[in-house]
C-alpha cells in the first residue's frame, strides 16, 4: 500500500480549501446580486399588485428569471418566467423579420411600391410625389396616418372589437400624408399593419400563420403566437390592468384583431431563444439579422437611429438595440447589449410600471463597472421622486408657468404649480417635475426617459421650452397667450361637423359656459361610445382647442364673413384631418 505524502494531502487540502471558499464567494455574489435585481421590482411585491416577468440573458443562457406579482388579481395567480404577456410594439420586430424571410424566398422586395399588393391605398405618388415602398413602412418613413388615431378619433377603442377591413376601410378613405414619404421619421402603426396585410396577401398565410411556421416553431418558442382572434384562450396568460381611480386596479385588455403593429403573446423564457438568434443565426442567416439591424436613411442622407423595429444606440456607454410595447395595460421591453452578449427582458401587466426604466437599472447591476456614469435623469424612479436636487423658490417656478405649443405638431403642454412644485401636463396626463437646475427638469413616471429645458430671453422669459429624449418625445415647445372669448362668443364654435375621412360626425356645444364635445357618431347618426363625452375643449391659441381626452387640437377655420366653416384635427401625430359643418343631424 503507497501512503500519500504528508506535503500531497496538504496540497488537496487548500485546494479543497480555496475551490470551498471560491464558491462561497461565487454564491455571496450571486446572492447580492438576485437582491440587487429583486429591489428594482419592490415596488410590484406588495400583495394584490400585478406586476412583471424578468429574464436576464448572457451567452445564450437564462442566467436569472423571476416573476413579481400577479398575472391575474382576481384570481391571485403569481407571475412566473413562463407567464404570457402581450408585448406590444415589441411584437413589431417579427413582423420585420417575416417580411425579411418573404424577401429571401424571393416573394417580394423591400423597394416594392406598397400598392403592388394594396391597391386600395390611395396613390399618393400621383402629382408627383414619391412612392410608399416596404422599407417606408418598415423604417417608420411611409408618412401614412396613424390608423390606431384614427380609429379613436372614430370613436373607437381598446374595448372595441376591430379586424384588419376596419383598419384599412379607414386608412383608404385618408386624403393626404403626414409628409412625403422618406423626406421625416414619425413612428406609425399603420405601417406595421399593413406588413401584415402583405404577408397574407404574398404568402396565403395570415401573419399568425405564416410567423409560427416560419420563426417560431424552427426556435421552440411553444408558448409565442400572433393573437389574431379575441376569443382565444391562451395558457398562462397574464391579464393587464390600469390603476384605479381612487384605488385598487381596473383591466385593461385589448379586443383588436389586426396584427402586425403588435399582437405578439410570449414569455420571457420563449424571448430568451429569441434574442439568442442574433448570436446564432438559427433562422434567416447573418445577412437576414444585417438587414433587420440596418438602421434606415431619410432622402437626405441622414441615417435614424432606427432599423427594421428596432431602436440601435447606447446606454451609458455601451452599444445597444432594443424596442419597447405598451398596448392596454401590457407594457414590455428586449433590451440587449451585443458586444457583451447580454440581453434584458421585462414584461408587465400594470400600465405604469415602465419596464423600459427597469431593464436599464437591471443591466447597471449586471455591466456598471463596464458604463459610463449614469445622467442625472436616469436615477431610479424612487429617487426621482423624492425631494428635488434642486430647491427652487415659488419665485423661480413661477415664471416658468404657463401653456406651450409646438406649432410643427399643433400639441399642446401645460406647465402649473401644485404643492410648491412644478406640474407637466401633455397628452392629456400630468407629471411632477423634478429640478435639475433652474431651467432643467426631469418628468417623473414619465414613461420614456425626458429632459425639460426652459430657455430663456435677455429679459429672463421663457423663450422655449425643450424635450429632449428619443426621436418620439424631442420637440420644441413656444409659451402661447390662451385666448380666452366669452360664453356668447364661444358658442359660435357649436354645431355638428363631418369628417368624410373618419366617416363621423362630432357635435359640440356650449355646457356650463365651456364649448364641449357632447356626442359623436357615424354619418347615419348613430352615436359611438368609444369616446366619453361630454368632454370640455380647453382653449390655446386663438380659433384653436385642445380636446385631452383625445390628446388632439382642432383649429376653427372661418369664411370670408368671419363665420366658423369647419376645423382641422391635429391627434396622435396626424394633423390636418378635415371636419366641415353640415346642419344639424339627429341622433339614434
Known amino acids: 500500500m503507497i501512503r500519500p505524502s504528508n506535503r500531497l494531502v496538504a496540497y488537496k487540502t487548500i485546494t479543497l480549501t480555496v475551490l470551498f471558499a471560491t464558491t462561497l464567494i461565487s454564491n455571496a455574489w450571486t446572492e447580492q446580486i438576485a437582491t440587487e435585481v429583486d429591489n428594482v421590482f419592490a415596488d410590484l411585491q406588495k400583495p394584490g399588485s400585478p406586476g412583471c416577468a424578468l429574464g436576464v440573458y448572457r451567452d445564450g443562457k437564462v442566467i436569472y428569471s423571476k ?36 424577401e429571401q424566398q424571393g416573394k417580394l ?29 418598415l423604417n417608420h418613413t411611409s408618412g401614412l396616418r396613424d390608423y390606431l388615431a384614427l380609429l379613436e378619433l372614430e370613436g373607437l377603442n381598446g374595448d372595441s372589437v376591430t379586424t384588419d377591413d376596419d383598419a384599412l376601410s379607414i386608412l383608404v378613405r385618408q386624403k393626404q400624408l403626414n409628409f ?19 404577408v397574407k396577401r404574398v404568402s396565403g398565410m395570415t401573419l399568425r400563420e405564416f410567423a409560427s411556421k416560419n420563426v417560431f416553431q424552427p426556435m421552440g418558442m411553444t408558448h409565442t403566437h400572433f393573437r389574431d382572434d379575441h376569443t382565444m384562450l391562451i395558457p398562462h396568460r397574464a391579464l393587464a390592468y390600469d390603476r384605479g381611480e ?75 438595440v432594443r424596442h419597447g410595447g405598451a398596448w392596454g395595460g401590457y407594457r414590455s421591453e428586449l433590451l440587449r447589449f451585443p458586444d457583451q452578449h447580454f440581453s434584458v427582458a421585462c414584461l408587465c401587466n400594470l400600465s405604469d410600471t415602465t ?35 434642486v430647491s427652487l423658490s415659488a419665485a423661480q417656478l413661477a415664471p416658468l408657468t404657463g401653456t406651450y405649443r409646438n406649432a410643427a405638431e399643433g400639441n399642446v403642454a401645460r406647465v402649473s404649480i401644485e404643492n410648491d412644485k412644478l406640474q407637466w401636463e401633455i397628452f392629456g ?43 418620439e418625445i424631442a420637440a420644441t415647445y413656444q409659451p402661447v397667450t390662451e385666448f380666452r372669448s366669452s360664453a356668447g362668443e364661444v358658442s359660435a364654435y357649436a354645431g355638428d361637423f363631418r369628417s368624410d375621412e373618419l366617416g363621423v360626425v362630432y357635435q359640440f356645444a356650449v355646457v356650463d359656459g365651456k364649448l364641449s364635445l357632447v356626442a359623436i357618431s357615424d354619418v347615419a347618426g348613430i352615436l ?60 339614434k
Open 528 to 587: 359611438r361610445t368609444g369616446v366619453p363625452t361630454p368632454a370640455a375643449l380647453r382653449p390655446t391659441i386663438t380659433d384653436e382647442f385642445e380636446i385631452s381626452n383625445l390628446g388632439a387640437t382642432a383649429d376653427f377655420l372661418r369664411e370670408a364673413k368671419r363665420d366658423i366653416m369647419g376645423f382641422n384635427f391635429d391627434a396622435g401625430g396626424t394633423p390636418g384631418i378635415e371636419f366641415l359643418r353640415i346642419a344639424s343631424t339627429g341622433r
Open 67 to 102: 416573476g413579481y406579482g400577479l398575472a391575474s388579481v382576481e384570481l391571485d395567480a403569481p407571475i412566473t418566467p413562463e407567464t404570457v404577456f402581450d408585448i406590444g410594439s415589441t411584437s413589431k420586430q417579427f413582423t420585420a423579420a417575416s417580411i425579411l424571410l418573404l
Open 355 to 389: 419596464p423600459g426604466r427597469r431593464a436599464d437599472r437591471v443591466a447597471d447591476i449586471y455591466l456598471g463597472t463596464l458604463m459610463k456614469p449614469a445622467k442625472p435623469s436616469a436615477l431610479p424612479p424612487e429617487k426621482a421622486r423624492a425631494t428635488p436636487a
Open 429 to 471: 396626463k400630468k407629471f411632477g417635475l423634478r429640478a435639475l437646475s433652474p431651467t432643467q427638469f426631469v418628468p417623473v413616471d414619465f414613461p420614456v426617459d425626458a429632459e425639460l429645458t426652459f430657455e430663456l430671453d435677455t429679459n429672463h422669459a421663457v423663450r422655449d421650452m425643450k424635450i429632449s429624449g428619443n426621436e
Open 180 to 198: 412625403s414619404p422618406g423626406n421625416e421619421w414619425r413612428y406609425s402603426n399603420t405601417g406595421f399593419f399593413l406588413l401584415s396585410v402583405i
Open 246 to 320: 381612487k384605488s385598487g386596479y381596473k383591466l385593461n385588455v385589448s379586443y383588436f384583431e389586426q396584427l402586425g403593429d403588435g399582437a405578439v403573446h410570449t414569455s420571457v423564457q420563449d424571448l430568451a431563444k429569441w434574442d439568442e438568434n442574433f448570436y446564432s443565426v438559427q433562422i434567416g442567416g447573418k445577412s437576414f439579422l444585417a438587414e433587420l439591424q440596418e438602421r434606415g436613411k431619410l432622402n437626405s442622407g441622414k441615417v435614424l437611429d432606427y432599423a427594421k423595429a428596432l431602436f440601435i444606440g447606447d446606454y451609458r456607454g455601451l452599444h445597444t
Open 109 to 137: 422586395s423591400l423597394n416594392d411600391e406598397v400598392r403592388k399588393y394594396i391597391p386600395e391605398l390611395p396613390d399618393y405618388a400621383k402629382n408627383g410625389g414619391h412612392k410608399i415602398t416596404i422599407l417606408n413602412l
